[in-house]
Nanobody, 130 residues
């Protein structure tokens, strides 16, 4: 069973960059497809898709709102997935959640729906100030 711990959130200005990290413990990270979701202020309990990466890192997918600014990557040997966030905007302010889905050995699939994931981290706050 995987446990996810996010880090790297913080308070930044418009246009700044941040890199979020998520470390997977327990079962090896190489058995998971990974992703990031976020919950923005005022959204209630809704968490929106941000980015996803396949188990073998050959496939990625991004929400339109972050495409070209955010990059998801992973280091399976270090059991860590990253979200590099550039050109941050106030609307990127949110709690960011790392997610993991157990997949078959040779899977190159990514997933964009929250219900598809097996494990969620506790979240890390990102605040972008104008």
């Amino acid at each position: 069973q995987g446990q996810l711990v996010e880090s790297g959130g913080g308070f930044v200005q418009i246009g700044d960059s941040l890199r979020l990290s998520c470390t997977v413990s327990g079962r090896g990270m190489s058995t998971y497809a990974m992703g990031w979701f976020r919950q923005t202020p005022g959204s209630g309990n809704e968490r929106e898709f941000v980015a996803a990466i396949s188990r073998d890192a050959t496939e990625t997918n991004y929400a339109d709102s972050v495409k070209g600014r955010f990059t998801i990557s992973r280091h399976n040997s270090e059991s860590t997935v990253f979200l590099q966030m550039n050109s941050l905007k106030p609307e990127d302010t949110a709690v960011y959640y790392c997610v993991a889905k157990a997949v078959p050995t040779h899977s190159d699939s990514y997933y964009v729906q929250g219900w598809q994931y097996d494990y969620w981290g506790q979240g890390t706050q990102v605040t972008v100030s104008s």
